[in-house]
């Protein structure tokens, strides 16, 4: 069970902190356990407010502290990549699959997303605006979660796992 100021990560990929945990709330479904989560950057007035059911499993996950983040550092050179010609079964699919919240499958899409920019730009194309959108999204939320664990600055997160892989 979670507790006030966890840092966690909602079904978005987003950085959140639980600012309540709400006991007998009622939100017309009877009585239940809530967390009250807002997220942790760009909300400085707490104005988006998440109310998430304690009891429903794997909508929110602890964020990823220190020794996580470096043994997923550790392991994205042996992670495959993939890559599915139809735009609109890989946009359902790599959804599903930053859906599960999954680092590992993270790195995937990132992996996969960022081999398929420099394959297009070897022939002078670029990435679909669909998938460039998805792959800024994603990085934007795993990098935020990787601040936050390693307590350094976002600007800093492509340079610290570079600096890892190489080490």
């Known amino acids: 069970m979670f507790k006030k100021e966890d840092i966690v990560i909602n079904k978005k ?17 009877g009585p239940n356990t809530y967390y009250v989560l807002v997220p942790y950057f760009g ?3 707490d104005s988006i407010k998440y109310y998430i059911p304690a009891d429903k499993e794997g909508i929110i996950r602890s964020a990823l502290k220190k020794n ?16 599915i010609t139809n735009p609109k079964v890989r946009k ?54 990787f601040s936050v664990g390693l307590n350094v600055d976002v600007t800093k997160i492509e340079e610290y796992i570079s600096t890892r892989l190489k080490g």
């Open 13 to 29: 990929g987003q950085v959140c902190k639980i600012i309540d945990v709400l006991e007998n709330y009622d939100v017309g479904l």
């Open 43 to 45: 909300n400085v007035d």
């Open 68 to 83: 996580d983040i470096d043994s997923l550092i550790d392991k994205i050179p042996s992670i495959k990549e993939i890559w």
């Open 92 to 145: 359902t699919k790599f959804r599903e699959l930053y859906d599960s919240g999954d680092p590992i499958e993270i790195f995937k899409l990132i992996k996969s997303f960022e081999k398929k920019k420099k394959d297009l730009a070897r022939e002078n194309k670029f990435l679909s605006f669909t998938d460039e959108s998805f792959l800024r999204e994603i990085k934007t939320n795993i990098y935020n979660e």
